[in-house]
């Protein structure tokens, strides 16, 4: 089936004082995630926050590449059709031609006021007061900006990215998508943050990380009447119809990687990040954290376990707030 799009769900708070997203006194040592999402871009933005949503407690979201709005107005109807109406929507930062890449803008949006954008600030409100780490999945201008404005705080966040690539890349002339549309916030946030982890593009782009039209997921969305199910299916149907080779689930590995999954293997080592933003091994680099390999067995179970519905035999009868999420 190809689910039309159902009607917008009246959103929870999306913007206010930033008291209205501070932590809270009590129990403020949990853990805190920022997924900081360019959410409207690919396929695998979609499922990285419904992963994030399922497992992380103390969540908080904020968007980049930003474009008026459209992209935090997306992750909070979605975090809102997954039942995570308390976790904060942040707007963060808009890039001079973040409207010339694809957005998935056709379906019916919630209606927000004008957004609190002080993406850095909510970051260090929250990094001041618990453990925080942050999961950057698209451009790096917001985690760049908390690294200037708050210096002090780079030993206490723990930065997970996903992009750039060492060994090999479907584009060798360029860096990869998330550290090439903004090339001096990679390069700040490279050379600023304390051990950053790169769960690199070498590694992603792999067949095994492949969501197609033919996938389970996919067939599990255009089969699934739930509301969040037709949103991802439409989702699937704009991305495939403009890339119909698919998506590679990358940014759910970032995701796995942060909540400490054993997916991916890691070394580190001495990394140069050249005024492109591409990366290279070099004596005089930066000490990086990068991967080597992702096991793709045990990130299958592991998503697996985490949303079942990836699951070859993809019972459909699993609800999507149901069974063994890990929140």
Same mark, same amino acid.
């Given at each position: 089936?190809?689910?039309?799009?159902?009607?917008? @769900?009246?959103?929870?708070?999306?913007?206010?004082?930033?008291?209205?997203?501070?932590?809270?006194?009590?129990?403020?040592?949990?853990?805190?995630?920022?997924?900081?999402?360019? &959410?409207?871009?690919?396929?695998?933005?979609? &499922?990285?926050?419904? *992963?994030?949503?399922?497992?992380?407690?103390?969540? &908080?979201? &904020?968007?980049?590449?930003?474009?008026?709005?459209?992209?935090?107005?997306?992750?909070?109807?979605?975090?809102?059709?997954?039942?995570?109406?308390?976790?904060?929507?942040?707007? #963060?930062?808009?890039?001079?031609?973040?409207?010339?890449?694809?957005?998935?803008?056709?379906?019916?949006?919630?209606?927000?006021?004008?957004?609190?954008?002080?993406?850095?600030?909510?970051?260090? @409100?929250?990094?001041?007061?618990?453990?925080?780490? @942050?999961? #950057?999945? #698209?451009?790096?201008?917001?985690?760049?900006?908390?690294?200037?404005?708050?210096?002090?705080?780079?030993?206490?966040?723990?930065?997970?990215?996903?992009?750039?690539?060492?060994?090999?890349?479907?584009?060798?002339?360029?860096?990869?998508?998330?550290?090439?549309?903004?090339?001096?916030?990679?390069?700040?946030?490279?050379?600023?943050?304390?051990?950053?982890?790169?769960?690199?593009?070498?590694?992603?782009?792999?067949?095994?990380?492949?969501?197609?039209?033919? %996938?389970?997921? *996919?067939?599990?969305?255009?089969?699934?009447?739930?509301?969040?199910?037709?949103?991802?299916?439409?989702?699937?149907?704009?991305?495939?119809?403009?890339?119909?080779?698919?998506?590679?689930?990358?940014? %759910?590995?970032?995701?796995?990687?942060?909540?400490?999954?054993?997916?991916?293997?890691?070394?580190?080592?001495?990394? +140069?990040?050249?005024?492109?933003?591409? +990366?290279?091994?070099?004596?005089?680099?930066?000490?990086?954290?990068?991967?080597?390999?992702?096991?793709?067995?045990?990130?299958?179970?592991?998503?697996?376990?985490?949303?079942?519905?990836?699951?070859?035999?993809?019972?459909?009868?699993?609800?999507?707030?149901?069974?063994?999420?890990?929140?």
């Amino acid at each position: 089936m190809n689910a039309e799009p159902v009607s917008p @769900v009246t959103p929870a708070e999306f913007v206010g004082p930033l008291a209205a997203i501070a932590p809270t006194p009590v129990g403020d040592d949990a853990q805190v995630y920022v997924l900081d999402s360019q &959410i409207g871009y690919d396929i695998d933005e979609l &499922i990285a926050l419904w *992963v994030a949503a399922r497992t992380m407690n103390r969540l &908080i979201v &904020i968007t980049s590449d930003e474009t008026r709005g459209r992209r935090a107005a997306l992750a909070r109807l979605v975090l809102d059709l997954l039942g995570r109406p308390e976790v904060p929507v942040v707007a #963060g930062s808009e890039l001079p031609d973040s409207d010339t890449r694809f957005l998935f803008a056709d379906y019916p949006l919630p209606v927000v006021p004008a957004t609190y954008t002080d993406a850095a600030e909510v970051v260090a @409100v929250h990094a001041e007061h618990a453990p925080t780490t @942050v999961i #950057g999945l #698209g451009a790096l201008t917001n985690i760049a900006a908390v690294l200037c404005l708050h210096p002090h705080l780079s030993e206490q966040i723990q930065i997970v990215l996903q992009g750039g690539w060492l060994d090999h890349y479907r584009k060798p002339d360029r860096a990869s998508h998330n550290l090439h549309i903004d090339q001096t916030a990679a390069g700040i946030t490279l050379r600023m943050a304390h051990r950053p982890r790169l769960v690199l593009s070498t590694h992603t782009n792999h067949d095994r990380l492949r969501l197609t039209p033919d %996938s389970p997921l *996919v067939t599990w969305f255009h089969t699934t009447d739930t509301p969040f199910a037709q949103l991802a299916a439409t989702y699937c149907d704009r991305w495939f119809a403009r890339r119909p080779h698919g998506s590679w689930q990358a940014d %759910s590995v970032a995701v796995a990687v942060a909540l400490g999954a054993r997916v991916a293997q890691f070394l580190t080592e001495p990394i +140069l990040t050249g005024p492109d933003a591409r +990366l290279y091994r070099h004596p005089t680099g930066k000490l990086l954290t990068v991967t080597t390999s992702i096991d793709h067995t045990s990130f299958d179970h592991w998503l697996a376990r985490v949303i079942p519905q990836t699951r070859p035999d993809n019972p459909a009868a699993e609800a999507i707030n149901g069974g063994d999420a890990d929140r």
